[in-house]
């Protein structure tokens, strides 16, 4: 085959930009690099200036014409935003032309009904770029781990609450003091919410688990807190006792399955979460994200590495380019789709209710300084089995004395159930943090 | 499709039954794994009892029995050694089978020789499981980074040496007592020869080589250092210098290509190295692995888990089974191979002579304990171009003072000339270690 494979590019951003300047450098890269060519690129700015030459008749503002190029056989959306790139992509599978998008929230949201309209009509539409930014960690679920039963999904998977949480930990410093200097260094937006909160990595914890475990999960019931009430003070004590705090998005299986649901029972959730130092992911500093895949036989992996930036994530786009590329060149236009490539579920899937699922906590309450107190709160939490680890009182001031207590692994109900109890003690003051433990 | 494909199965040791478990019991794993099915199996001894039970017909001693069973269309082989291995890969490439193997040894020195009979045959010879044990690493190389330029492969890719050195350095204990207790817990083998030598790595490194640029290079020019003769004290020195040693196996772009020769030059090597503790791979420990790649645009990636052990190897040994069944499943028997997964050069590389590349250096210093001596020591790295980050006097004792320098990165050659200068020295009485550092 010596015809070109013709790509049709929707969005010249920092990402697109990237995706264009591999495809025209092809040198040292991957032979396959040298049979992609860009064939139709569209903007919403045409005035813009722009870090790589196009040729401008290659340049539109209308993504229609794109898509609609009979020149361009797979379309990559680098645009972003749900609307109106959800409908380009649906448009583009429509024609029988294969889709590559870095969309995490397109879909995090529309991924069902975007893989079912894929494989009807025999294309690919490959995500690579939509998690962790450059780490390969969609194609190795999709494919490397296809051997195992998976168990459990760890990730640190937003990078700029990770960078927020390096600095508050190494610094002793305030979230919104980070905040402030992150947004001015560019590593956080200047509406940073759907970082901050949790709704990014949700987003993504909620496409990792789809493919995980073979079946779609309702991205609106994952339980998801984010970083932005995190104290300081939790911080620091966690580093004392041993820990590090992350923003921990994780799904795994759960024991117990609802008699009323025979589908697939999975623990999903996005929290900051204390990681004793031992665990691989509790040295991943920075911006870098990393992935954590427990299963059987395989154990335990973890791919690392830059999970946003316009190079890495341009790597992961021409990954899934070349992927397509691979097929194409095989000459299979009338064949099936490969099943390790193509998008489908082959299993149902749900998100656990919270209170069935087993958690290690770490809590800090203000109490008292009274001798009893540490004894009373002990007694609540045997009462409610809530197994403990570790209490230990830091130094107390005028307001009171901070007790931080470190749990085993206990059904999130009951501690529920024992923190109700303690907040009404006399002796406490206040539950001053909750957080969760790996 | 409905009908199975049938997979013959040469050896059926640890990893050969890991992967007849596998396959007999697809439930959880990817649909995909309910499609394969075992045909044959050739056994060394057909008394031994077996972990996993396979009906008895399909059992032989014969391995060509395998190898030209019609039903089987994918060879898989997990027996290891040299030969009969090579030769039954080639005669199941010549019968149009595609061949899946762990076998690092056949592949760093017989890989052109099967992957050009594999081309000519149009089939695959796919080696996850060859690399990293179950660390997907060998399909990222080849699919996932393929729009990268590599820049740099550093692996700790010996479980058996790393976990030896882990528990130098966390035991401060002598490399003889830990491997004698490697060999009683498993860790080790009775001869631990290819391991502790750095032969193993030294397959493994320039088969990642081989992927990573596009090109192979002679296995036996591989520079190659063991950890046999690593003393304790150098462990303990580089520990309080903020370090610690691992064997490393490298492959990078050297700046300088040789005139005579236009092929990619690469500086190869396998040897001790100390890693500041700020680098990814300095917290790998045990007997995992992890490989960091270095490229452009993506930066740094690393992938990390189990390197060895039945269930991780078996788990990449499905892995390509998957990949080529997949691949069987689309129909494409009369296509093109998929020039991701196809195994061929695209350019020419060749080790670099050893004094062109550069290096930071450790080297420990036995010499007489007189105030002038290190004053000596750092004019003749001057004069030389050796720029010193540290140079650190340990406790003197009787036999003498301890000096350890860390050099900045410079060309192999210079220092090599430096220390021969440093030896000759009065007040020198040995040069005691001289160990990379990163």
Sequence with gaps: MNEKIGIGLLGLGTVGT????????????????????????AVKDLSKARAISIPPQLITQDPLEVVEDPSVELVVEVMGGIEPAKSLILKAIKSGKSVVTANKAVIARHGEEIASAANEAGVYVLIEAAVGGGIPIIEPLKQSLGG?????????????????????????????????????????????????????AADKISILSGLAFGGTINRSSVPTKGISTLQNRDVEYANKLGYEVKLLAIAERTEKAKDSDPSLSLAVRVEPTL?????????VNGVNNAIVIEGDPIGEVMFYGPGAGAGPTASAVVADILNIA??????????????LLSAFSWRKCHV????ETLQKNYIRLIAKDSPGVIGQIGKIFGKNTVSIESIVQFDASDSGAEIVVITHEVNKGCISDALSEIKNLNEVKKLASHISCL
Excluded at 151 to 175: C, H, P, Q
Excluded at 275 to 283: A, D, F, N, V, W
């Design 352 to 355: 656990a209710e919270t209170r």
């Design 326 to 339: 691979g097929i194409k060149i095989m000459g299979t236009s009338d064949t099936d789709l490969d099943p």
């Design 18 to 41: 990237g995706v264009a300047q591999i495809i025209s450098s092809p040198e040292g890269r991957h032979p396959l690099v040298s049979k992609i060519q860009l064939k139709r690129v």
């Design 275 to 283: 990681l004793p130092r031992e665990h691989p992911l509790s040295g």
């Design 148 to 200: 195992n039963k998976i168990k459990k999904v760890t990730g640190i998977i937003n990078g700029t609450t990770n960078y927020i949480l390096t600095r508050m930990s190494k610094e002793n410093a305030d979230y919104s003091v980070v905040l402030k200097e992150a947004q001015e260094l560019g590593y956080a937006e200047a509406d940073p919410m759907a970082d901050v909160e949790g709704l990014d």
